[in-house]
């Protein structure tokens, strides 16, 4: 793949590097001059990466989806007492569900409480 060899990632290392650097020596020459110099921007502090739902959506479908198989596949197969094993992946999924959209509810409060006030 083109951008993943060693010596391109070590690149734009680098080059990222020469920025802050450079910002950096251009912020303490005007400390030096007695310039007033403008705070960093909000987005300097937050991470690169936007923050986003984990990843238990998928799982949590995917269990529950097998354990519902495999209650109605037991229950034609093998009878009414052996379906009841089906609940328990279903149980797995649920619970991962459960997870996703109460963490998501947090994720948001917490991106609401990072906004400015609108003006």
Same mark, same amino acid.
């Given at each position: 793949?083109?951008?993943?060899?060693?010596?391109?990632?070590?690149?734009?290392?680098?080059?990222?590097?020469?920025?802050?650097?450079?910002?950096?020596?251009?912020?303490?020459?005007?400390?030096?001059?007695?310039?007033?110099?403008?705070?960093?921007?909000?987005?300097?502090?937050?991470?690169?990466?936007?923050?986003?739902?984990?990843?238990?959506? !998928?799982?949590?479908?995917?269990?529950?989806?097998?354990?519902?198989? !495999?209650?109605?596949? !037991?229950?034609?197969?093998?009878?009414?007492?052996?379906?009841?094993?089906?609940?328990?992946?279903?149980?797995?999924?649920?619970?991962?569900?459960?997870?996703?959209?109460?963490?998501?509810?947090?994720?948001?409060?917490?991106?609401?409480?990072?906004?400015?006030?609108?003006?």
């Amino acid at each position: 793949m083109i951008g993943t060899e060693p010596s391109s990632k070590a690149a734009a290392i680098a080059q990222i590097l020469d920025i802050v650097e450079a910002n950096h020596k251009e912020r303490l020459a005007a400390i030096e001059r007695g310039m007033d110099i403008p705070p960093l921007p909000e987005s300097f502090y937050l991470p690169l990466k936007p923050q986003r739902r984990s990843s238990y959506l !998928l799982p949590g479908l995917v269990w529950l989806f097998i354990g519902i198989g !495999l209650f109605v596949a !037991l229950g034609a197969v093998a009878g009414e007492d052996v379906r009841y094993f089906g609940l328990i992946p279903i149980g797995i999924g649920l619970a991962l569900l459960i997870y996703y959209f109460v963490e998501g509810k947090k994720l948001q409060a917490e991106l609401l409480k990072k906004l400015p006030p609108a003006a």
